[in-house]
């Protein structure tokens, strides 16, 4: 059973026996409290504890509430402030609300108006720092387990057993196996699941790019940023974070990923200040990692830092068994979402998605599907609506040509070396699989690539 993590209120109240009075109620609420006496005090723990929620009082030691405030906020700009006071008005109400505070309430404390206002706040906050990003929040959550194979069913074991670690977890597996889905399914199923889920494809970003959308940037740090920027880690404080192809995150941003990792620190461009965030990344990519971290491509210290639980998701290839499941499913949704008949498919059109090698993957399985069901004229799918993008000549033959898969499979890799010119590297991109794994299969069919040249 999932236990959601309790929400941290700081109290900022110097009189002993309100905050006292505060600090029971909320643990009784089960919230979390840390206190605070003074604006000072304030500041420190704003940025040390991270709260989920400020309670500040408005006359304070050495100032009030409305100073404290804008130094609050330009420490943290997305935890919520509730004001409290007993000098009441609406002059001053209106002029909290302008600072920066969104709830305002007088004394003496009406408890179970306070709970009521804490949790809408909350509530409120966390849907703000959802639309932050776009394609969070309402995205299904889908099941990544379909399928009856053993790697499959290992898959789930271990992805169920580290689910609700906050430990940083590397999913590796060829381009379309659904690594993003096994990643939302994480968040899903862990204590973070109430907060948000953010996730940035770091394939072809620039250096410069990639630290301004995960750290954020102040007003002037370089040409163009003409107003300041919270980032995605910010955005996602208390949730989790997807890098996905984390292999293509430069060298000179890694460092300072390691820092989060390690410190649960960052700075944003053009600024001196540590910020705190508090995270679970989850790193996703197809490429080889160890042959990166070789080639120094890759710092072993972060390699060593984010493969603390890896997750394997298994080729379409290597699990034909869990394709009739799939395509059932997938069939399911897409009919579900055009708003037609459920569709089926024949045991030939069964046998033609079984013997497919599908280099794409679960994304290019949905993809002939989906042609299918757009073209299909009848309630039964054919193996003629089936057509499957693919730049071979071997891709014409028929089924029967083929004795089994694994000649199926040589045959289709023979033709891409032959199309590369007997070159590996470019071989395994094409076919969407790790150079590592092209290496294995070349050994396994005793493929020479030396002589796929100008064949």
Same mark, same amino acid.
């Given at each position: 059973?999932?236990?959601?993590?309790?929400?941290?209120?700081?109290?900022?109240?110097?009189?002993?026996?309100?905050?006292?009075?505060?600090?029971?109620?909320?643990?009784?609420?089960?919230?979390?409290?840390?206190?605070?006496?003074?604006?000072?005090?304030?500041?420190?723990?704003?940025?040390?504890?991270?709260?989920?929620?400020?309670?500040?009082?408005?006359?304070?030691?050495?100032?009030n509430g409305l100073d404290l405030i804008p130094r609050l906020r330009a420490i943290n700009q997305i935890i919520p402030i509730?004001?409290?006071?007993?000098?009441?008005?609406?002059?001053?109400?209106?002029?909290?609300?302008?600072?920066?505070?969104?709830?305002?309430?007088?004394?003496?404390?009406?408890?179970?108006?306070?709970?009521?206002?804490?949790?809408?706040?909350?509530?409120?906050? /966390?849907?703000?720092?959802?639309?932050?990003?776009? $394609? %969070?929040?309402?995205?299904? #959550?889908?099941?990544?387990?379909?399928?009856? =194979?053993?790697?499959?069913r290992k898959l789930q074991d271990l992805a169920l057993k580290i689910a609700h670690a906050d430990n940083p977890v590397l999913i590796l597996g060829e381009t379309g196996t659904g690594k993003g889905v096994l990643a939302r399914w994480l968040h899903h199923n862990s204590t973070r699941s109430s907060e948000p889920f953010v996730d940035l494809n770091c394939a072809g970003l620039s250096p410069e790019l990639l630290e301004s959308e995960l750290f954020g940037h102040e007003r002037g740090a370089f040409t163009g940023a003409v107003q300041m920027k919270v980032g995605l880690l910010e955005i996602a404080h208390k949730g989790t974070v997807l890098l996905d192809e984390i292999g293509d995150v430069d060298i000179q941003v890694q460092p300072k990923l390691l820092k989060v990792?390690?410190?649960?620190?960052? /700075?944003?461009?053009?600024?001196?200040?540590?910020? $705190? %965030?508090?995270?679970?990344? #989850?790193?996703?990519?197809?490429?080889?990692? =160890?042959?990166?971290?070789?080639?120094?491509?890759?710092?072993?210290?972060?390699?060593?830092?984010?493969?603390?639980?890896?997750?394997?998701?298994?080729?379409?290839?290597?699990?034909?068994?869990?394709?009739?499941?799939?395509?059932e499913n997938i069939l399911a949704n897409i009919t579900e979402g055009l708003g037609r008949g459920p569709l089926t498919l024949n045991a030939k059109a069964l046998e033609s998605l079984r013997v497919y090698s599908w280099p794409g993957n679960v994304r290019e399985l949905r993809n002939v599907l989906e042609r299918a069901v757009l073209l299909a004229e009848d309630s039964v799918l054919t193996e003629t609506d089936l057509h499957f993008d693919v730049h071979l000549n071997t891709s014409a033959l028929p089924i029967s040509h083929f004795k089994n898969l694994d000649e199926l499979e040589r045959k289709y890799i023979e033709e891409i070396l032959v199309q590369e010119n007997g070159r590996v590297e470019s071989a395994a991109k094409r076919l969407g699989m790790p150079r590592s794994s092209l290496y294995h299969k070349l050994k396994q069919f005793q493929i020479d690539p030396s002589g796929m040249r100008s064949r």
């Open positions: 059973m999932k236990l959601p993590q309790k929400d941290r209120i700081l109290i900022v109240e110097d009189e002993p026996q309100t905050s006292q009075v505060l600090r029971d109620f909320f643990r009784h609420k089960n919230c979390e409290t840390i206190t605070a006496g003074s604006c000072a005090e304030a500041e420190d723990v704003w940025e040390s504890a991270l709260p989920d929620l400020a309670i500040l009082d408005y006359a304070l030691p050495d100032g509730i004001i409290l006071t007993g000098h009441g008005s609406i002059d001053l109400a209106v002029k909290a609300v302008k600072l920066g505070a969104e709830q305002f309430l007088t004394k003496p404390i009406d408890l179970e108006l306070l709970w009521v206002t804490v949790q809408k706040t909350l509530e409120n906050n /966390r849907n703000h720092k959802q639309q932050l990003v776009a $394609k %969070v929040g309402k995205k299904q #959550i889908l099941n990544p387990f379909l399928g009856s =194979s053993g790697q499959i990792l390690e410190d649960k620190q960052f /700075r944003r461009l053009g600024d001196t200040r540590e910020r $705190k %965030v508090d995270i679970r990344l #989850i790193a996703a990519t197809h490429r080889d990692m =160890s042959q990166l971290v070789h080639e120094n491509k890759f710092r072993a210290d972060l390699y060593f830092r984010i493969n603390m639980i890896p997750l394997v998701v298994p080729p379409l290839r290597d699990r034909v068994q869990d394709i009739g499941p799939l395509a």
